[in-house]
């Protein structure tokens, strides 16, 4: 089976198909959560305030999300075990159903960390899983690719500049 960026619902591989993919131990670490939130200052007050963790200024800001954050459209954070969470701002976000049975998220992906030359190979792993996937994009903090799960949960595989 493929997973496709453009199509993240389509049925999961069989266990033969499985088996084809990234070994154990390339992937490093995840390297930072991607949420959607509806009210940015709220979402700072909460994760800045309420759970104590350190807000990224200044020199700290990602390169490729300066502007963003000037803007006020991406706030982010660090947790006590140094992964980022990232919080992008989506105005028209649909609250939650109240409900817990009611399927929600407002994840915007996951991202894990590999070493910059396993990077390639990652990909041709990807590749011969037939894993479609997005990219190599480049961008001066490292570079990335963005992949579908089995629900449609967005995955990124990144990694720092060579």
Known sequence: MTFTASHPN???ASASEAAVGLTPGMLRSVHH??????????????????????????????KTLVKLVAEGKVTNFRTPDGTILDLFWEPELTPPNPDPEQGFTRANHLAFDIAADRFEQAMALLRQADIDFSGPVIRPTGQGIYFYDPDGFMIEVRCDPA
Not at 51 to 56: A, E, I
């Open 10 to 12: 389509q049925p999961a």
């Open 33 to 62: 959560i991607a949420l959607n939130v509806q009210d940015m200052q709220a979402s700072c007050d909460f994760y800045g305030t309420l759970l104590g963790l350190h807000r990224l200024t200044g020199e700290e800001v990602p």
